[in-house]
């Protein structure tokens, strides 16, 4: 049974950095492109950031750019998520997930595998 594990989180004031980790369980995702999403209360799940097998393709949505990076090591089989300058509206439950696509997407339906999700507080 696949399970995507994941790491990090918790309270930090804004301003601080955070990094999240997500290490699969059961398979590996080396050629699939792996992503973060995040839901905010009472919120949709929305897109941050997602790479290809390669990280060749990274994406990210446009409010993030130049705080958030995303990176995978193949051979720890894990993806992070570098989160700097936190705001208070960053506070949401992250999530990472692995798309059994080739293709980088940026959608939720893209992805069939998730994590359990992890909480980011950020405080003023």
């Known amino acids: 049974q696949v399970q995507l594990v994941q790491s990090g989180g918790g309270l930090v004031q804004a301003g601080g950095s955070l990094r999240l980790s997500c290490a699969p369980s059961g398979a590996t995702f080396h050629i699939n492109p792996m992503g973060w999403f995040r839901q905010a209360p009472g919120k949709e799940r929305e897109f941050v950031a997602a790479?290809?097998?390669?990280?060749?393709?990274?994406y990210y949505a446009d409010s993030l750019k130049g705080r958030f990076t995303i990176s995978r090591d193949n051979a720890k089989n894990t993806v992070y998520l570098q989160m700097n300058s936190l705001k208070l509206e960053d506070t949401a439950v992250y999530y990472c997930?692995?798309?059994?696509?080739?293709?980088?997407?940026?959608?939720?339906?893209?992805?069939?595998?998730w994590g359990q999700g992890t909480q980011v507080s950020v405080s003023s």
């Open positions: 997930a692995v798309s059994s696509r080739l293709r980088v997407g940026v959608r939720k339906d893209e992805y069939d595998y």
């Open positions: 790479i290809s097998w390669n990280s060749g393709d990274i």
